[in-house]
């Protein structure tokens, strides 16, 4: 068992090498062949000078029109939880390493419009990923993970793009709230600023993912968080059920779901 704190850090509790987790279970489903392969890393991606420019341009425009912090701090956060979430349930190495690199860049297509992000940002990767000699076939399981990751219209279609999911909607913190006056605040902020942790806890051996929250509730109620997140952990339960998984979620000690 393992857990992952989303935090204002860009370090993760509880990831790999830690001595409280178990090894990971040996999966029931096959894993999803990806022929032909390429040694292309998350630290290669981070690297790129435009996957840099992107992500920093799509926070900055993000913070104009008002919307919570989707910049370093999420891209890192979410391909962190990814990788765990991949990791600990059993899968190889390199489908993995794409779940991460998934997770790196799911948002990045906020630069040019929020409407459709994950479109917009799927084709812009497709140009980044073929710059650092990944293969065809690999961009395609990204390209599928990001292009439906937005609760709107995306399916879990490929691990990594369901561990991408998990990951991207249980990033909930206050540190996401660039609203420094309460008084100012929308119901996104207000329940964001309200969750004061948030861990996404994997068990591989019961199977089952589970979204622990600790919610301040004089600034929030549990009602409003299900008011605006309804939708994402639908999602969330989808995409565990494609990873064999049961999606849980833990509201201040009581079992929601
Ligand atoms: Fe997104
Ligand atoms: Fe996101």
């Known amino acids: 068992m393992s857990r992952v704190e989303a935090t204002d ?3 993760v509790a509880g990831l790999v090498g830690s001595a409280k987790e178990t090894k990971p279970v040996e999966r029931a489903r096959t894993p999803e062949p990806i ?3 390429s040694t292309i890393s ?4 981070r690297a790129h000078d435009g996957v840099q420019t992107f992500i920093a341009l799509a926070d900055r425009y993000l913070g104009e029109l008002g919307y919570t912090e989707h910049g370093f701090r999420h891209a890192n956060l979410v391909s962190k939880i990814a990788y765990n979430v991949l990791h600990r349930l059993g899968f190889d190495d390199r489908t993995t390493e794409l779940g991460a690199i998934s997770g790196y860049l799911h948002d990045m297509g906020n630069f040019v419009s929020r409407t459709m992000h994950s479109q917009t940002g799927a084709t812009i990767s497709y140009d980044l990923m073929r710059d650092l000699g990944m293969s065809y076939g690999e961009i395609g399981v990204v390209l599928g993970a990001i292009g439906n990751h937005e609760e709107d219209f995306g399916r879990p279609v490929n691990p ?3 561990a991408l999911i998990v990951a991207d909607k249980s990033d909930v913190h206050r540190s996401r ?7 100012l605040f929308d119901i996104h902020d207000r329940v964001n600023y309200a969750v004061e942790h948030s861990f996404l806890r994997v068990d591989s051996e019961a199977h089952t993912l589970t979204l622990e929250l600790t919610i301040d509730t004089e600034l929030a109620g549990v009602m409003e968080y299900f008011e605006i997140f309804l939708s994402r952990m639908v999602m969330c339960r ?3 059920e494609f990873l064999d998984c049961q999606f849980k979620i833990d509201i ?3 079992k929601l779901l």
């Not at 709230?177 to 008084?183: E, G, I, L, T, Y």
């Open 42 to 45: 998350l630290s290669d991606v």
């Open 160 to 162: 990594a793009g369901a």
């Open 9 to 11: 850090s860009h370090e």
């Open 252 to 254: 201040n000690g009581s």
């Open 238 to 240: 989808r995409a565990a």
């Open 35 to 37: 022929q032909p392969g």
């Open 177 to 183: 709230v660039r609203v420094s006056d309460p008084a």
